[in-house]
């Protein structure tokens, strides 16, 4: 590298972030760039290390261990150290059509696997990347770029998250026509209302959007394969059919819990979708929203789900926060069974946590014994409790042992701690379990035992000819660089299935 002492001469950087109690106040991102010389520096800290485990993108133990995109990320760091900013861009668009997403809500599992990071600060590889696009951006460098020739072939494809639009965007380089479907107003999926503003603003996803459109993609909003349009008219209608549908169908473990039906109980998603939308369509004016002002909140389970829903939550101006955990604290450093280049599974702050705990004292908590933050851990909801109107009024609930399972599960229940938590409204982030299966039945495609339409990831047909598969759709909830990995994989597939060839990567 430029720099080969540059790990030990700066120390990690990333994004600076306006405080707590000033960004709650907004839906404004919350992150700010840094200058341009420390931005050389963080990109010297890349050590030329010999085996950079950063974009290898392999499964380790279950979750990704460096860049499932394989984005090339030596070699743009070493771009940024030298100050060539515009072949930096050009080796990062390479392997990834969206880096202006990825750099601001991807976990970076990239960092995780820096070698750096085995006994130092990992290198901002994800600031480094946001940094490049937005300068790319910033000088008027990402310009449309249509294909210069059209094959006449024909590609619908169905859902406008991450994984369709790095389909469409890649096939549609391949001259193929290519319509996108999107059940809601707006294109994005998840990217648009699923992720909260003050993590990814809108008008970042349309100025994408407004690109692929002067490229020649057609999107269609508003129309849901399966319902407004049935599946085998898609077919008649395309030459080959992309499904990135993603994984939309809600996990419930509370369905048998006493109290499950009472009003002010709702899954995240709908609380997410809600505000972004009304935010989107009237800076909230219209009251087509949940809204937790004033409101005892809690949040059950963890995750950037949760996490984007106590920062909605604390936006609103809500009475109370917590958000229950059933799992144990994770240890601030990597424990022995978790080496390096896994995934850290470390105890981390986000935004959420950090707002909450600027907002509330969290201190007088007897089980608050290392962070002051709106978490409790290894607790189990027991029961939902109404009042005379059916709303919710409080929660129930028990901590856990996870070093004593019991003959029925995991863990068992700790005598004497059950407890009552003040609650006008609980959202359930516990993931997703599959995508809806409307398309599946009406064609009749496998479905593996998690009801995910069944590919062979590298390959994605599905057991229909002519109809992919991609995404969180095919392989479960998962991470954005995965879904932009399998949008981009499923382009090739179906481009050498149009034409006998492929030369997309």
Same mark, same amino acid.
């Given at each position: ?7 030990k001469?700066?120390? @990690?950087?990333t ?7 000033e ?34 993108g ?25 100050n ?9 668009h ?47 460098w990402?310009?449309?770029n249509?294909?210069?020739? @059209? ?8 859902? *406008? ?7 469409a965007a890649q ?12 059940? *809601?107003?707006?294109i ?19 100025r ?12 269609v909003?508003e ?5 407004d ?9 395309? $030459? ?7 994984s ?30 009304s ?10 929203y ?21 920062g909605?939550s ?21 424990a ?14 986000d ?23 709106? @978490? ?9 409790i ?12 028990q901590?856990?042992?996870?070093? $004593?399972? *019991? ?12 407890k ?50 991609a995404?969180?759709?095919? @392989? ?12 981009r ?5 179906c481009d050498?299935?149009l034409m ?6």
């Open positions: 590298m430029g720099k080969p002492t540059g790990f001469e700066y120390a @990690r950087q994004s600076v972030e306006r405080s707590p109690k960004r709650i106040k907004d839906w404004k991102e919350f992150s700010k760039p840094l200058e341009l010389q420390i931005l050389k520096q963080q990109g010297a800290r890349c050590m030329d290390c010999g085996i950079p485990f950063c974009h290898t392999d499964m380790i133990a279950g979750m990704a261990a460096g860049c499932p995109l394989h984005n090339l990320i030596p070699e743009w760091n070493d771009l940024v150290y030298h060539d900013w515009k072949e930096a861009l050009d080796r990062l390479k392997t990834n059509n969206f880096p202006e997403f990825t750099g601001r809500v991807c976990p970076a599992p990239c960092e995780g696997s820096c070698t750096l990071g085995i006994n130092e600060p990992p290198v901002a590889i994800k600031t480094i990347e946001r940094s490049i696009i937005d300068r790319g951006f910033e000088e008027d990402i310009k449309p249509p294909p210069s020739r @059209r094959t006449g072939k024909k590609v619908a494809i169905v859902g *406008s998250g991450p994984a369709g639009l790095a389909a096939l549609n380089s391949a001259g193929h026509l290519c319509t996108v479907y999107e059940r *809601s107003d707006r994005g999926g998840l990217l648009m209302y699923g992720i909260p503003n003050m993590k990814l603003e809108k008008w970042i996803i349309e994408r959007i407004d690109l692929l459109k002067k490229e020649g993609v057609n999107f909003v129309t849901e394969i399966g319902k349009l049935h599946s085998k008219e898609l077919m008649d209608q395309f $030459d080959a059919v992309i499904l990135a549908t993603g939309t169908v809600p996990n419930d473990f509370f369905a048998k819990t006493p109290g499950r039906e009472l009003n002010g109980i709702h899954f995240a998603m709908e609380f997410l979708h809600k505000n972004t939308k935010l989107l369509d009237s800076d909230l004016t219209d009251g087509n949940i809204s937790a002002k004033d409101k005892n909140v809690v949040v059950i389970g963890g995750g950037d789900t949760g996490n984007d829903c106590l909605t604390l936006r609103h101006g809500c009475k109370s926060l917590v958000n229950f955990e059933i799992v144990p604290q994770s240890p601030n450093e990597r022995s069974n978790n080496p390096w280049p896994q995934w850290p599974k470390i105890f981390r702050t935004y959420g946590h950090a707002e909450a705990a600027a907002t509330f004292d969290y201190s007088q908590d007897a089980n608050k014994t290392l962070h002051d933050d709106p @978490r409790e851990y290894a607790i189990q909801s027991a029961e939902f109404g009042d005379e109107n059916g709303n919710l009024k409080a929660i129930r609930t901590q856990v042992d996870w070093s $004593d399972p *019991s003959s029925g599960g995991p863990f068992s229940v700790v005598d004497g701690t059950e009552e938590w003040p609650a006008d409204l609980c959202f359930l982030a516990l993931g997703f379990r599959g995508p809806e299966q409307v398309i599946a039945e009406q064609l009749g495609i496998k479905t593996d035992i998690r009801s995910n339409y069944e590919a062979e990831y590298g390959k994605y047909q599905t057991s229909i000819e002519g109809v992919f598969a995404g969180d759709c095919r @392989r479960g909830q998962s991470l954005i660089v995965w879904a932009i990995n399998e949008g994989e499923a382009a090739r597939e050498k299935y006998g060839i492929t030369n997309l990567p």
